[in-house]
């Protein structure tokens, strides 16, 4: 074990006393009425992002096993376009995505989007450009 690791783990306890913060973890008692609201409403929205994330995980396997299939053609166009896809989407930032899709494309194409059908689109085109990757690489090997 080198000496610098060494350091840090005997200064850690040190340093844990730097902040005068206390947690404010009696918002959460469920013993208390405010408590007992507070936490249903975190539960309702732990039940909601697990939802949106099992949606997205389905819609992104799809959409990523569709996208796959042109990197698999012996086409260089159909390539092209899976490249383009997978490397665009790749680059652009989950939460810039979520922003565009719940402000952006309700502008641009004249929909209406509430926030959890705007975060099951947004997160299953970003995962899909992942998916598409992980099909071809087990398809290929």
């Given at each position: ?17 730097c902040?005068?913060?206390?947690w404010?973890?009696?918002?959460l ?10 936490l ?35 086409k ?11 490397e ?18 309700p ?29 071809r ?5």
């Amino acid at each position: 074990m080198s000496y610098r690791l060494l350091a840090v783990v005997l200064c850690l306890p040190l340093l844990s006393g730097c902040s005068d913060y206390e947690w404010g973890w009696y918002v959460l008692d469920p013993s208390t009425e405010q408590g007992k609201t507070n936490l249903s409403f975190l539960l309702a929205g732990f039940k909601d992002t697990i939802y949106v994330s099992l949606l997205s995980m389905v819609f992104a396997m799809l959409l990523g096993l569709l996208v796959a299939f042109p990197a698999l053609s012996d086409k260089p166009w159909l390539r092209a376009i899976n490249r383009v896809y997978v490397e665009v989407i790749r680059s652009i930032p989950v939460l810039v995505l979520l922003l565009w899709v719940y402000y952006g494309m309700p502008t641009l194409l004249d929909v209406s989007l509430n926030h959890f059908w705007a975060g099951v689109i947004a997160l299953t085109i970003a995962e899909s450009a992942f998916m598409a990757e992980v099909f071809r690489g087990g398809i290929q090997a």
